[in-house]
């Protein structure tokens, strides 16, 4: 079976870009000020060594100025230490990343396959567990882009599932991520939905909802700068944490984990 314990935790390696001038420009819902593209770049350097010093052999590819979005590299594609799935963002401005990722995924994997079929996906709407793999439907992920992801999953032996992302919420990920060891961290709109079942989850408080996008990576939590009462929260449920400044990238929607592509290569 392809599931495991730690498979949604336990990496060797990510894929990161450095951002852009033109991030600048960025997709947003709401405008909270354009981003510096030298003050994003000096948050994703620490990012990276934060990503390294958790044991990661990084790849930092480089910016693109035709793609504002681009390092956001999680939404272009789906890592599985078995092989990479090459998404199809729903956003226009962001559909020409997909080719420019490519290479770099080829460069690590075997077996780099592309979605099927016209449907969209974003990665951030993939909420990746040790033993089912969660598709979260939005303005970015369509049914049918979600089903054809579904199904190549079920070939390739995971198990999973598609849900509903709350109405006001990016990316299934905006609200939710995986601790490790079985804990979902989440805000109460997710936990609401009843999609986490019995599993154990660590509430996020109102007012810090951007919190809930965490990553666990091998022995860590990178946690965003800011949020003491999840950090706390966190903490007090037994996990270990490194605080990272997002604060560029929270002016385009982006959280700690739209910023790599993480697996673990055998
Ligand atoms: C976008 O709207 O596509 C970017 N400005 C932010 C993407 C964030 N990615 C993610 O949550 N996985």
Redesign the pocket.
């Known amino acids: 079976m392809a599931h495991r314990d730690g498979l949604s935790w336990t990496f060797t390696h990510a894929i990161t870009r450095t951002p852009s001038d033109s991030v600048a420009n960025?997709?947003?819902a709401v405008d909270a000020g354009n981003p510096s593209g030298e003050a994003f770049r000096a948050e994703h350097a620490a990012y990276v060594e934060a990503l390294r010093a958790a044991g990661l052999t990084v790849d930092v590819l480089p910016p693109l100025e035709d793609y504002p979005?681009s390092c956001?590299v999680?939404?272009p594609a789906f890592c599985l230490p078995n092989g990479a799935i090459l998404l199809r963002?729903g956003?226009d401005s962001?559909k020409g990343e997909v080719s420019e990722i490519r290479s770099a995924l080829e460069a690590r994997f075997d077996r780099v396959v592309e979605l099927p079929g016209t449907g969209h996906v974003?990665?951030?709407d993939v909420l990746m567990l040790d033993d089912e793999i969660l598709i979260g439907l939005s303005a970015?992920t369509d049914r049918e882009g979600a089903m054809a992801f579904a199904m190549l999953l079920g070939d390739w032996g995971y198990n999973a599932r598609v849900a509903d992302t709350p109405e006001g919420v990016?990316?299934f990920?905006?609200a939710c991520s995986t601790l490790g060891d079985g804990v979902i961290l989440a805000t109460q709109a997710m936990v609401d939905s009843g999609f986490f079942g019995d599993r154990k989850v660590v509430v996020v408080q109102e007012g810090e909802e951007y919190a809930a996008?965490v990553i666990r990576v091998n022995d860590v939590v990178l946690v965003p700068e800011g949020y003491p009462k999840t950090l706390s929260a966190i903490e007090g449920a037994g996990f270990r944490t490194v605080v990272l400044p997002t604060h560029e990238a929270r002016k385009?929607?982006?959280?700690l984990?739209?910023l790599s592509l993480r697996f673990a290569l055998a």
């Open positions: 960025g997709l947003r979005d956001f999680e939404d963002p956003a962001r974003d990665g951030g970015r990016l990316h990920k905006t996008n385009v929607d982006g959280g984990s739209c």
